[in-house]
Structures are given as structure tokens and as C-alpha cells.
T-cell receptor, first 114, second 111 residues
Framework: EPEVTQTPSHQVTQMGQEVILRCVPISNHLYFYWYRQILGQKVEFLVSFYNNEISEKSEIFDDQFSVERPDGSNFTLKIRSTKLEDSAMYFC????????????FGPGTRLTVL | DQQVKQNSPSLSVQEGRISILNCDYTNSMFDYFLWYKKYPAEGPTFLISISSIKDKNEDGRFTVFLNKSAKHLSLHIVPSQPGDSAVYFCAATNTGNQFYFGTGTSLTVIP
């Protein structure tokens, strides 16, 4: 069965450093998402991406965040200057089309900001 | 602004009995609802969904009920099995661009 992959599984960084979280969505999917889950809290939407541009973003997704699809397979989330409160699990997801009912999630990257 | 709410953080059920997980939403524009299951250290896994034009969708042991007038949906698992023990998230969308998740309900099925 196809799956979304994410690397690294765990990233530890110092406050103020830049991090790039990587995702490889399912190959024929067209819509891509990033979510995060702070420990013990709900899964929060960050951003959706389609046709090489952001479709929608939440209030959390401020200027410190950016997404990119640098080639045909990777989908990255960059945090320019990490803050302590960025520590969370970050999930990437992809779907083929908006009408589909199955959003495939990756296993997540645990980001720890010290 | 929590548009999707799961008011029960945890639920314990005996094996073989019915598990009922509840979810409420506030945005009447939502037209698609989904349930996800999440094990520790894994990403959420899609379980079952329902469109707003329906009031019930069934898939094996899992049934989702939608009450649009009450802005309420529920997931029924019958019979519950120990392997069903996980955190269950309810999610909703109206455009497919943004999905709103509840805070999750941790289900424990006791053998």
C-alpha cells in the first residue's frame, strides 16, 4: 500500500535555528498538507498546498514558516527561526483530489526546540 | 476558536461491547466529516467518513452517524476489540483545503 514518508523522525534544534522537515507524499497525489500536534493537544492544520502554491493557511502559519515542493517528490516545511513553542509533532498528509475521502498521513517528525 | 469538539478525552469499554465516540461542530458550512485513529508515535490513519448529504455510513464494525440539526456526529464500533484501543480524532472540512480536528478521545478496550 502506498504511504507518505517523513524525515527525520526526530529533530532536535536550538532556539533560533532553522529547520527543514521533509515529506514524500504519495506519488500521484495532488494536494499536500502540514499539521502539527503539540503534546497533549489537538492536531492543528498549518497549510495546504496545491499546484505549487499555498491554497490555505492557518493563523499558526506565520512568516517564520514556508513550504516548498522543490522537485516532483518532496514536500518540505521550513521554520526559519525556531521558538520553544514550535516543539511538536509535525504531520504531513496528501490526498489525490479534494473529493477523495482518504487523507494519508505520514508518521510524523517530532521537533524538539531547546 | 474550536470548530470541532470532542468533549470526552477518554473512554473505556469492555471487549465485545459497543464503543460510542462523540463529536460536535459549530460551523454549519462543513460538508464532510472524517474519523481518524491514531496509535502512539504514528500519524493519524483514516477510518471512515460521511458526507453531509447522508446521515449514516457503515463500514464493517464501524458506523458513523451524522445529525446535522444538532451539529453532532458519532462513531460506533461494534463489537469493540482490544486492537481498537487508540486515540480517535474527528475532523471536518467544507472545501477540502482545510481540515479541522477535534482534540481526540482515547479509547481503551478492556479484554
Amino acid at each position: 500500500e502506498p504511504e507518505v514518508t517523513q524525515t527525520p523522525s526526530h529533530q532536535v534544534t536550538q532556539m533560533g535555528q532553522e529547520v527543514i522537515l521533509r515529506c514524500v507524499p504519495i506519488s500521484n497525489h495532488l494536494y499536500f498538507y502540514w499539521y502539527r500536534q503539540i503534546l497533549g493537544q489537538k492536531v492543528e492544520f498549518l497549510v495546504s498546498f496545491y499546484n505549487n502554491e499555498i491554497s490555505e493557511k492557518s493563523e499558526i502559519f506565520d512568516d517564520q514558516f514556508s513550504v516548498e515542493r522543490p522537485d516532483g517528490s518532496n514536500f518540505t516545511l521550513k521554520i526559519r527561526s525556531t521558538k520553544l513553542e514550535d516543539s511538536a509533532m509535525y504531520f504531513c498528509a496528501s490526498i489525490w483530489g479534494l473529493s477523495t475521502d482518504t487523507q494519508y498521513f505520514g508518521p510524523g517528525t517530532r521537533l524538539t526546540v531547546l | 476558536d474550536q470548530q470541532v469538539k470532542q468533549n470526552s478525552p477518554s473512554l473505556s469499554v469492555q471487549e465485545g461491547r459497543i464503543s460510542i465516540l462523540n463529536c460536535d461542530y459549530t460551523n454549519s458550512m462543513f460538508d464532510y466529516f472524517l474519523w481518524y485513529k491514531k496509535y502512539p508515535a504514528e500519524g493519524p490513519t483514516f477510518l471512515i467518513s460521511i458526507s453531509s448529504i447522508k446521515d449514516k455510513n457503515e463500514d464493517g464494525r464501524f458506523t458513523v452517524f451524522l445529525n446535522k440539526s444538532a451539529k453532532h456526529l458519532s462513531l460506533h464500533i461494534v463489537p469493540s476489540q482490544p486492537g481498537d484501543s487508540a486515540v480517535y480524532f474527528c475532523a471536518a472540512t467544507n472545501t477540502g483545503n482545510q481540515f479541522y480536528f477535534g482534540t481526540g478521545t482515547s479509547l481503551t478496550v478492556i479484554p
